[in-house]
T-cell receptor
Framework: QKEVEQNSGPLSVPEGAIASLNCTYS??????FFWYRQYSGKSPELIMS????GDKEDGRFTAQLNKASQYVSLLIRDSQPSDSATYLC????????????????FGQGTTLQVKP | DAGITQSPRHKVTETGTPVTLRCHQT?????MYWYRQDPGHGLRLIHY???????DKGEVSDGYSVSRSKTEDFLLTLESATSSQTSVYFC????????????FGPGTRLTVT
């Protein structure tokens, strides 16, 4: 069964620190990887997508992908109390080609708490 | 919310009654998805659509049906609601191409008493 695993947390970091969120996936054929942020009572919001090995930076966020190790991570620099939320890792496991329907498998999420 | 609306936003219904949730998009995206989110289970795919009148089952489709007669609307029906279907339901959309980024609607909180 294709799975996406995340530590549920909570992960607690002080304001201004780097928060590191991790995700592993089981399907070696996965091609697309996403990080969503979800505030309590709200819908998931896409914050990062990554498709190739290495790092991708967007503001204070950096996504890291290592397909050989089947590992995706999200770094949040200069963490702020407003970053306190649940972060969901999602993986597209259909592979390439016209048969891909874009289905995502989600991890259960890691709760991040940034303390002032 | 990327031009996605869901209705109703909140609903309380009784066991055994039919319920229909609506997802409406203004993005003209090809793919639409229905998820439910429950504590301890995360987001789970119920059904999805890859075009008008083209739908398929997700991992938790029992007790649910869907229809898509227009690009912009994707309906989720609980034929006979049960207490186990109390949940928060999210609709998501994704465009054609290879990015497969999904954007979520605001959600519907459904309580079955």
């Amino acid at each position: 069964q294709k799975e996406v695993e995340q530590n549920s947390g909570p992960l607690s970091v002080p304001e201004g620190a780097i928060a590191s969120l991790n995700c592993t996936y089981s399907d070696r054929g996965s091609q697309s990887f996403f990080w969503y942020r979800q505030y309590s009572g709200k819908s998931p919001e896409l914050i990062m997508s990554i498709y190739s090995n290495g790092d991708k930076e967007d503001g204070r966020f950096t996504a890291q992908l290592n397909k050989a190790s089947q590992y995706v991570s999200l770094l949040i620099r200069d963490s702020q109390p407003s970053d306190s939320a649940t972060y969901l890792c999602a993986v597209n496991h259909n592979g390439q080609g016209s048969s891909n329907t874009g289905k995502l498998i989600f991890g259960q999420g890691t709760t991040l708490q940034v303390k002032p | 919310d990327a031009g996605i609306t869901q209705s109703p936003r909140h609903k309380v219904t009784e066991t055994g009654t039919p319920v229909t949730l609506r997802c409406h998009q203004t993005e003209n995206h090809r793919y639409m998805y229905w998820y439910r989110q429950d504590p301890g289970h995360g987001l789970r795919l119920i059904h999805y659509s890859y075009g008008v009148k083209d739908t398929d089952k997700g991992e938790v489709s029992d007790g649910y049906s869907v229809s898509r007669s227009k690009t912009e609307d994707f309906l989720l029906t609980l034929e006979s609601a049960t207490s186990s279907q109390t949940s928060v339901y999210f609709c998501a959309i994704s465009g054609s191409g290879t990015s497969y980024e999904q954007y979520f609607g605001p959600g519907t909180r459904l309580t079955v008493t």
